[in-house]
């Protein structure tokens, strides 16, 4: 049933301690698809199991039950190492605390995912020059991630995310720790990926401002996908 | 206390892999403690219960001369020995003149195959004489001294020395020898039999028909087990002047012994019957079993240096590893240690839960290295005992007297506690207490 | 967890050792101890065993005859006769050494060893280091050893002439010239008067310089002294402990003539053991290797521990990179980019700690010849650093530490992403 999705969830579930008194159902029963040029938004209470959604269409995890495809393959059945190059490739991360290495300056984080693909060293820090440009950072590209400003950081962390291209840009309230107005340019970096490159984006946020800017919305509620509520 | 059990109990790998480390160290430390200790005590039993109190040389014997080689030269007038060392000083009990000479033995086969050749060209291949060392003494002077035990066939039992016969050695031979198993087993002797035996060492089977002629004959009368007095294993026993006529030379002015053996009545204090028999005897010099036992330990002491080297390394090892260990452990409790702190506990109580995870790693590393220890150090003893020929009975090159446990024991609580300094440090000077104070 | 901010740029692996410097010391310190050992026991053997070695290859003889019984060889006068006349043989000289007591004028007994030689023979068998330490003609009256022994029979007069070691001389103060008796016990009436003629050095032992008391006496006159002539019943004993030959300087370097001399020798003798000293080194090389083993044996010990160590440490190490190693996999690094990272940790960790072992364990071995007691002293100035055995010692560390690093790089790559980057 690949109607072209980047990724699908099929009556996804995902069970945390199963069979044990403190039994999670993070995700119970979600089916969701993905697909090129779509920009898509994740509402819903904390705890709903938001992250845990994005954890499976960002190949991180597998479901508990229910299926998981990844442009029509199912992802259990891939090896761990062929998961890990579709990440690579395929995937660009945006997360809520940034989650640069700390050894690593802005330029060298930026690099990283390019050194994995086999970039050379030459090629790869030229394209790092670039993407810090792109995101407005190329002042600090010899900065160790303390030394950044979480505005900055985030910044890094978006180039990071657009490296290898990915033709999917998942992001996990990519603006939870940042004030409006470093919030909005942050979302305008993103929003500028999608138009440029096509690439997808899913967007998990309680920020109205943020999920206004997607042109689908989603919510969730005990793990389930409930219809988005009225936008204001 | 439960603290720090339950800081070990949260990672259990690690707890198990640092009671592994500290305790092949110990392990380590206690075997080498373990073979100091048991070659001492063995070496120290063994001479204790020879029953030989002082030995008699000749002048000027130093026991650093023997060390390098340098074997004694004989003591001479040796039948009067005993009687004159009796009286010299009361508490000797007995002295037993030995003397010890290499010398050759062959079996009556050889002697009959020779004979069917003039040459020795019908003596088959292997066929050889066997080197033995030879103790002549007089059975009856060893009163309270070690001798070996008869196995099979009876001891030398005339009484005295008959062919010495008061300086004239023309009284009766016995032509009586025991000889040890392993020389029994060598050529292939049991109570009876006949063998030769001469100084010379023939160079082949042609030399054998002018050897024989030279030899002097004898009848086994016993065999012995083995006798740890003397490093050969291969011995045979004689009356002493007989074997002076073996070894040449025996006359009245040239009554020689290797040493004389003395046992005193009262072994307390050695000291003052050597210096009563030195005085008396001016052309002798008399060692007591503790310098015999010094010696010895000089020898060993090299070896010890060493092996101090090796545990002082195997405890240092053990050391950083259960301190970086200690420092992983608070630094993982950073936050417990420090909401300690803030809520009210003292630097004391604080440093406590430190020093007590070092002593409960200590606890579970002897508790790994004990059964190690024990094991290896069995291993190595039967290892030892198959290597070296010639042991006494009973002899273990290992002991584990509460002396080497309570080393052990002392060795792993210092670990522990030499250990818990750093992480004790660190653990006093959590950054946390300190801004949460000035806050 | 935070770098400083200052971090200069020296590559990614040492900073990241370096903002644990506590845990990295002391991991250093701990491999350099369990390596130090090895390197002290091994250089310090293989000094003692090369000392051994040099000695046996620089004595003046090439092959020995010897027995297990004491004084042993018989016939020893006609039987080194027979081994000169070999092709190849350019001397053979039987040593007889016994204890006997030496009385100067006006002194009592003084144990020494007399060693009886013939000593044209003696001469031609010694080192040249040796021989440096000798009178340049032994003169002992009878340089050949025939007058007082001849055809089987001591007939003719003895020289009775001696020399004496230099701590000996020393220590009587027996001027050249003068009288001194020596006897086989210490009974001086059964002694025999001998002219001290000279004086000779010894070479230093492996303990120290040698003070022994020795006396150099023809050899017919030392068996006679001692009954090693004529045994008890008159029948020809001629007694020595050892019979030393040399080849002609042409063959010495040569070991298949040596052998070839060696079997000549042996049917000569098929009671008696023939070694040359090729054979000799041989076995002293195996017996060696057997300490070797002892030696790793011992040290294999505070390894394992060093071992476990790392692998605690590299354990600890992925734990606190549960997060960084978190986003990289998710960014998409492979898990043997992963893997890889934490071998180089764990090969920093062993070369660091190679590198202070290995001085630490010259630097004992440095301090021992120094300070040491005087035996440990001497040998450890014997210890020798063979470049291949530490090489060795550094290639079984560095895959001690790779494989240390196999269990931990497993726990790495099985943790759970979503949950490490909670
Ligand atoms: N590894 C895990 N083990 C146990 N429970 C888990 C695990 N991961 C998530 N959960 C539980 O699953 C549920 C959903 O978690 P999830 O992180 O997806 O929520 P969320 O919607 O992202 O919340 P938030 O807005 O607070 O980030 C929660 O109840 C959470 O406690
Ligand atoms: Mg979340």
Known sequence: ????????????????????????????????????????????????????????????????????????RPV????????????????????????????????????????????????????????LARVGVEGRSAAFPHQLSGGEEQRVAIARALANRPPLLLADEPTGELDSARASQVMDLIEEAHRRSGAAVVVVTHNPLVSRRADRHVAMRDGRLVPAGPRE | MRYALDALRRRPGRTALTSLGIGLATALVLILLAV???????????????GVDLLGTSADTSLSNASSGLEFPPVSGAHALPTALERADPNVASASPWLVSSLVFANASLYRAVNASANGSAVPAGWAPADATSIGWIPDDNGGIEVPTIL?????????????????????????????????????????????VSLQSPSGPSQLSGWFAGAVSYRVVGVSGPFWFLPSALLGMFYLSELQSV???????????????????????????????????????????????????????LYRTFGVLVGLVGVLVATLFTATVLLMSVEDRTRELALLRVVGFSRAYVGGQVVEEGLCLSALGLLVGLPFGLAGAYLLNLFLAREVAGLPAGFSFVSFTPTVLLLGVLEVLAIGLVAALLPLARALRLPIAEELRAA | MRPTPRAPRWGRRFRDLRHRTAQTILAVAAVGAAVALPVVLLSVGGGVFQHELATIRQSGFEISITTTADHGISDAHALSAEIDRIAGVAAAS??????????????????????????????????AADRSL??????????????????????????????????????????????????????????????????????????????????????????????????????????????????????????????????????LVPYYSVSSQTQTAASLASAAAVLTGFYLGLSSVGLIVGFIFLTIILFRRVEQDRRSIGIRRAIGVSGWMIGRGIAAEALALTGAGLVAGMSGGILVVVLLARYGSSSVAAIARDAVFDPVTLGLLAVALGVLGL???????????ALSIPEALR
């Open chain 2, 36 to 50: 100091s200790a048991g070659i001492q005590a063995s070496a120290f039993r063994l001479a204790t219960q020879s």
């Open chain 3, 94 to 127: 039987p040593i007889l050494s016994v204890a006997v007591d030496l009385f100067a004028p006006g002194q009592g007994a003084t144990p020494v060893l007399a060693e009886g030689i013939v000593p044209d023979a003696f001469l031609a068998t010694q080192s």
């Open chain 2, 247 to 301: 070894v040449g030379g025996a006359n009245a002015s040239a009554d020689y012994a290797s040493l004389v053996l003395i046992h005193l009545t009262d072994s307390t204090h050695p000291g003052q019957d050597q210096t009563v028999l030195a005085a008396a005897f001016p052309s002798m010099t008399f060692i007591t079993l503790g310098d015999v036992l010094g010696a010895v330990q000089q020898v060993v002491n």
């Open chain 2, 152 to 196: 099979n066939g009876t001891s030398l039992s005339a009484p005295g020395d008959p062919h010495y016969a008061n300086g004239t050695y023309d009284g009766p031979r016995t032509d009586e020898v025991v000889v040890d198993s392993a020389l029994a087993q060598a050529i292939g002797l049991t109570p009876n039999s006949t063998v030769w």
């Open chain 1, 1 to 72: 049933m690949n109607d072209g999705a980047t990724v699908e969830l099929v009556e996804a579930r995902r069970v945390f301690h199963a069979g044990a008194p403190d039994e999670v159902r993070a995700l119970d029963g979600v089916t969701l698809a993905v697909r090129p040029g779509d920009y898509l938004s994740v509402e819903g209470p904390s705890g709903s199991g938001k992250t845990t959604l994005l954890n499976l269409l960002g190949l991180l995890d597998l479901p508990s039950s229910g299926e998981l495809r990844w442009q029509g």
């Open chain 1, 76 to 131: 259990p059945g891939l090896p761990e190492r062929e998961r890990t190059r579709l990440r690579l490739h395929g995937i660009g991360f945006i997360f809520q605390r940034f989650y640069l290495l700390p050894t690593l300056t802005a330029l060298e984080n930026v690099a990283l995912p390019m050194r994995a693909a086999g970039v050379p060293a030459s090629e790869r820090t030229d394209r790092a020059r670039d993407l």
């Open chain 3, 403 to 413: 494989v240390a690093a196999l269990l931990p790089t497993r726990r790495a790559l």
């Open chain 3, 134 to 267: 000798l009178p340049s003609s032994i003169a002992l009256g009878d340089p050949a050893d025939t007058v007082h022994y001849a055809n089987g029979s001591y007939t003719g007069p003895e020289s009775r002439e001696l020399l004496l070691s230099t701590a000996l001389a020393g220590t009587l103060g027996i001027a050249n010239g003068s009288m001194a008796t020596l006897a086989p016990t210490a009974n001086a009436s059964a002694g025999v008067g001998f002219t001290v003629e000279g004086t000779f050095g010894l070479p230093p032992s492996l303990l120290g310089p040698s003070a022994l008391y020795v006396v150099l006496v023809p050899l017919s006159d030392l068996q006679t002294l001692t009954g090693y002539a004529l045994g008890p019943s008159g029948q020809l004993l001629d007694s020595a402990d050892t019979i030393q030959v040399s080849v002609n300087a042409s063959l010495a370097a040569d070991p298949s003539a040596i052998a070839r001399i060696a079997h000549e020798i042996e049917p």
